[in-house]
């Protein structure tokens, strides 16, 4: 049975970086030097607000973070790509990544309303390694997300692209 825990989610502050390099480096293969990850993140932090960090919280402490990144210029319609999520490997399987995909995206859509009202939202997630079938179900259950592609041999194996035709509007209705 799942243990229940509260999470907050919130944007990314300076002093949550050492947290969310250590997360980084218990859940990814990629770089693994702590200094350069952390470059990595501040070089990210710096590229603000085509590049938003949020941080999930539980007690206080980082439990997870989520990285989005702008595609194709600040634009009425707003495309996203979800470029990297990762959890604590102690609070994974709790609801940690779908409070920050939820959270987040109500942030970004804050955001884009105070930047150009009325501007429609829309997302772009991308998972590393087609082997990934946590990251796929959770984006698969949370967003809808579909496999829309697959990039051989890229990285360290395949690259799976996952679209979620998700948007929001808030001038018009979908129906």
Known sequence: MERAIEVYVKPMEQGHLDDIVKIYLSSFKGMRSEDVVKRWFECNMRAYPRMQYFVALSEGRVVGYILWIEKGGFREESVWELEQIAV??????????????????????????????????????????????????????????????????FYRGDEVIYIARYHTDRSTSDA
Not at 111 to 139: C, F, T
């Open 88 to 153: 604590d490997p102690g609070f994974r399987g709790l609801g940690v990544g779908r409070r920050l995909i939820e959270d987040s995206i109500s942030y970004l859509r804050i955001y884009l309303e105070r930047r150009q009202p009325r501007s429609k939202l829309k997302l772009i997630l991308v998972s590393s390694g087609s082997s990934n079938e946590i990251a796929r179900r959770l984006y698969e259950k949370v967003l809808g997300a579909r496999e829309e592609a697959v990039l051989r041999d």
